[in-house]
């Protein structure tokens, strides 16, 4: 049964709040002590966001982006991945974080839904490269922010969804405050003041669905910057609220509004330092929304095994959990034939026909050539959805497709347990081969495997050499 947030008055005043339990587990943390298994977990997952960042540079939001952040600089010393720039620290934070969630390439848990890495690895490698860390703290500092924002993730239990914020926004504020305070070596109670001040700056508002704007892009990086002031202010003394998450004005109240029922406050701290929630976190095989990845796969599975041919389709049902309709299915005018590329990656109608047209979901089925291919528009309009009774959304991202066919015949494929998730992650060797194709679309191979080696041997290594490494490709 899902615990009920008590009115604030009714909690025990002898009972610490769950931002101090979180602090006091933060302030100690040891690098030495973390099981091998965590670091390999971030080595790899922080050589994903970094590929994905730099693929994303030579898209034009990147370009806009970097004249809009650099129109208001005044010098820098904060590297910007891939794009042989400076920026103040902040500033610098904001673009790779718009570089790391720019392409919706980036790694994602379910139970928020939240993208934990796309802010956590940007405000850890400003940072620390500010600070001259090394990179065991660099790396330290990025678990942490993945792990808290997590858990946040899973304690909204997808509240926040619904009730029209992006979670990942905000759930990266209170991730990055902590890495950020780990990086400033804040105490327990500095801590706490730095997790109180990041949730009033944690908003994120989802209206980009309705029209494909780039809102979405921006939120991870304003997290970073803003855990960042955050974390400053408190090494100060600056005093922030104690009971952020579960006060009376709190983040659940405030965020959850209607659906504050449904929030499961106790998973922000259950197990916290024995039982690391971050490892749920899995990586994309598609540069498009993660709810249609087992659709995806389902249809080219179908593809293969029937040698199905789009012109021989008479429907195209895709198999989905209902809470996501509203980001891929609703708006069915706006996502039939889309007219960008960001809305393409969260249109079930155009990703599910691209795929059976090209046989394939990937940067080039994002193109304008492909936006605009009659034969993909025309097999869009064939493709309709449907809830899935058997779903084990959210723990997984399940789907799948009916494909019936003109001449009357039907074939079904589901995929419970989405690729990239649960037993299912990607391996180390699918991470790098991930990585190197990200990586090549802005570099030559040989600096593609420099940077690859220097991301995976980063506890031998500073903040300093990755982003120099990282800003001249």
């Known amino acids: 049964m899902k615990p009920e947030l008590a009115p604030q008055e009714t909690f025990?005043?002898?009972?610490?709040?769950?931002?101090?339990?979180?602090?006091?587990?933060?302030?100690?943390?040891?690098?030495?002590?973390?099981?091998?298994?965590?670091?390999?977990?971030?080595?790899?997952?922080?050589?994903?966001?970094?590929?994905?960042?730099?693929a994303a540079t030579k898209f034009e939001f990147a370009q806009c982006a970097l004249r809009g952040l650099s129109a208001m600089a005044d010098g820098g010393c904060g590297t910007v991945i891939g794009m042989n720039a400076k920026l103040p620290l902040k500033d610098a934070v904001i673009m790779n974080g718009i570089l790391a969630h720019g392409l919706d390439y980036d790694d994602t848990h379910p139970g928020g839904p939240v993208h934990p890495s796309s802010s956590a690895f940007p405000c850890a490698l400003g940072l620390a490269e500010f600070l001259d860390?090394?990179?065991?703290?660099?790396?330290?500092?990025?678990?942490?922010?993945?792990?808290?924002?997590?858990r946040f993730g899973i304690a909204t239990n997808r509240a926040l969804l619904k009730m029209g914020y992006h979670t990942t926004g905000v759930a990266g504020h209170?991730?990055?405050?902590?890495?950020?305070?780990?990086?400033?070596?804040?105490?327990?109670?500095?801590?706490?003041?730095?997790?109180?001040l990041a949730g009033s700056t944690a908003s994120a508002l989802a209206e980009h669905r309705a029209d494909g704007a780039w809102n979405k892009r921006?939120?991870?990086?304003?997290?970073?910057a803003g855990a960042i002031t955050a974390a400053s202010l408190a090494s100060s003394g600056f005093i922030g609220t104690q009971k952020i998450y579960e006060g009376h004005d709190g983040l659940f109240r405030s965020h959850a509004g209607e659906h504050l029922a449904s929030v499961m406050p106790d998973e922000l701290t259950n197990g916290l330092g024995e039982v690391w929630r971050a490892e749920e976190v899995g990586i994309k095989p598609f540069p498009v929304?993660?709810?249609?990845h087992a659709c995806i796969d389902s249809v080219l599975i179908l593809k293969q095994k029937y040698e199905l041919r789009p012109d021989d389709i008479a429907q195209v049902r895709a198999l989905?959990?209902?809470?996501?309709?509203h980001s891929v299915c609703d708006f069915a005018e706006l996502r039939r034939a889309p007219a960008s590329d960001y809305i393409a990656k969260f249109s079930v109608y155009y990703t599910?026909?691209?795929?059976?047209?090209?046989?394939?979901?990937?940067?080039?089925e994002l193109e304008d050539s492909a936006l605009k291919d009659p034969h993909i528009?025309?097999?869009?309009?064939?493709?309709?959805?449907?809830?899935?009774?058997?779903?084990?959304?959210?723990?997984?991202?399940?789907?799948?497709?009916?494909?019936?066919?003109k001449d009357g015949r039907t074939f079904t494929h589901v995929e419970k347990v989405n690729r990239g998730a649960g037993d299912r992650a990607l391996s180390g060797d699918d991470i790098e081969a991930k990585f190197i194709e990200n990586a090549e679309l802005v570099t030559s191979p040989a600096r593609a495997r420099q940077i690859r080696d220097l991301a995976l041997d980063i506890e031998r290594h500073s903040a300093r050499e990755l982003a120099a490494a990282l800003a001249r490709v």
């Open 218 to 224: 921006f939120h991870p990086g304003w997290a970073g």
């Open 289 to 292: 929304c993660h709810f249609l």
């Open 320 to 325: 989905l959990h209902p809470d996501t309709f």
């Open 377 to 405: 528009l025309a097999l869009a309009e064939r493709v309709v959805y449907d809830g899935d009774p058997d779903s084990m959304f959210p723990k997984y991202f399940s789907g799948g497709a009916v494909i019936t066919l």
């Open 133 to 150: 860390r090394d990179g065991r703290q660099m790396l330290t500092a990025y678990l942490l922010s993945v792990e808290i924002a997590t």
């Open 12 to 54: 025990s005043t002898d009972a610490p709040s769950f931002s101090r339990t979180i602090a006091g587990f933060v302030a100690g943390i040891d690098h030495a002590a973390l099981p091998q298994r965590l670091r390999d977990f971030a080595r790899f997952h922080m050589l994903d966001v970094i590929g994905t960042a730099l």
């Open 174 to 196: 209170m991730g990055c405050a902590l890495g950020a305070g780990h990086l400033l070596r804040l105490n327990a109670d500095q801590l706490v003041y730095a997790q109180g």
């Open 352 to 364: 599910l026909a691209a795929a059976l047209v090209r046989g394939r979901c990937g940067f080039a």
